[in-house]
């Protein structure tokens, strides 16, 4: 008989045998080539994400174990195609005697919901000057607040965690005050305008659950996407509040063109000098944030997994600048 051990995601190692309280991101009924059907997780805690299988399935399953919902789950951990993979020898669903916080369970932000948001209006209120943008950025901040405390900013990529879009959004903006007082022909205003709106089409985009994780899109945001949604929203919002026509076409064209390339939704590429810095700034925190969970999720010494969001790169955790306890 193993011995179980409880573990965090992100500690795993191959031949782990594993306890404890999991999130199930993704939850699908599969076959096999040999007309088997087992159940295909993702399991999810504050630490990361893993594939889990369940070999011993029954009609039940696909209804009891949906996404959404924490499990106790036992097992061991192997290595197939070079990735972690947890072979699920028991689970079940955790109840309310076991008292559980599923906040306690899931990949979160390093900062409260209500703290970034805080922050994005101290901004506001004391860096930005010009009455229109100022108004726009109230105005979708309030409108959206109970869903941005706690909305991931993808449901697989970049910031997939609760309170994803706000971190995100809020490092960002950091990122461009220090900026912009470099490059100091820049208009700030218009520049902290389209940081903090370029991805609200994402709220739309993705159905949110009380959780702040998502397992799919909606139908308009698999049909448009968040890039086509937040310039219709933001069009909309100008006309409700009544603010300059041209300083809305200004935020509409950033929001367009922050993914810069045709391949990556966007149509046109930046034309002024805040769109491109935009484009710039959010790439660069998308793939800072991609680099940081694959050195913390990998063995000092050791190459990570290939990330197909820094196009299937592997990160190399050198043993001179990290150990295995940072």
């Known amino acids: 008989m193993p011995t179980y051990v409880e573990k965090k995601i992100g500690d795993f190692k191959s031949g782990d045998y594993i306890q404890g309280v999991f999130y199930i991101k993704e939850s699908e009924l599969k076959t096999t080539t040999t007309n088997n059907k087992y159940m295909n997780f993702t399991f999810a805690d504050k630490t990361g994400e893993i594939n889990a299988k369940l070999w011993d399935w029954d009609e039940d399953n696909a209804s009891r174990f949906c996404v959404g919902i924490l499990v106790k789950a036992r097992g061991n ?33 390093p900062y409260s919901g209500e703290a970034m948001y805080k922050f994005l209006f101290t901004v506001i209120n004391e860096k930005m000057q010009d009455e229109d943008f100022r108004k726009i950025c109230t105005y979708v901040l309030n409108q959206n607040k109970d869903a941005l405390m706690i909305a991931p900013a993808a449901k697989k990529n970049h910031h997939a965690i609760r309170s994803g879009l706000l971190y995100h959004t809020s490092t960002m903006l950091r990122c461009a005050l220090t900026l912009s007082s470099i490059y100091n022909f820049l208009n700030k205003d218009l520049l902290y305008t389209g940081v903090i709106l370029h991805d609200m089409g994402k ?11 998502v397992s799919e899109y909606t139908v ?34 950033m929001i367009l063109s922050h993914h810069y390339i045709p391949e990556h939704g966007s149509p046109k590429a930046p034309a002024f000098p805040e769109a491109e810095l935009l484009h710039y ?12 969970q694959a050195i913390e999720g990998t063995e000092s010494g050791n190459f990570s997994e290939r990330i197909w969001s820094l196009e299937n790169r592997s990160v190399y955790k050198s043993p001179a600048i990290y150990s295995d306890a940072d």
Do not use: C
């Open 220 to 253: 308009e945001g698999t049909l448009l996407g968040h890039i086509i949604q937040g310039i219709n929203y933001i069009d909309q919002v100008g006309k409700d509040i009544n603010v300059n026509p041209e300083k809305i076409l200004l935020i509409k064209h």
């Open 281 to 292: 700034l959010d790439i660069v925190d998308a793939r800072m944030y991609d680099m940081q």
């Open 77 to 109: 951990i192997i290595e197939w195609q070079g990735q972690l993979q947890f072979k699920i020898d028991f689970i079940g669903k955790v109840i309310d005697s076991d008292n559980v916080k599923i906040e306690d369970y899931i990949p979160s932000a």
């Open 203 to 213: 709220l739309f985009e993705m159905k949110q659950s009380e959780t702040g994780l």
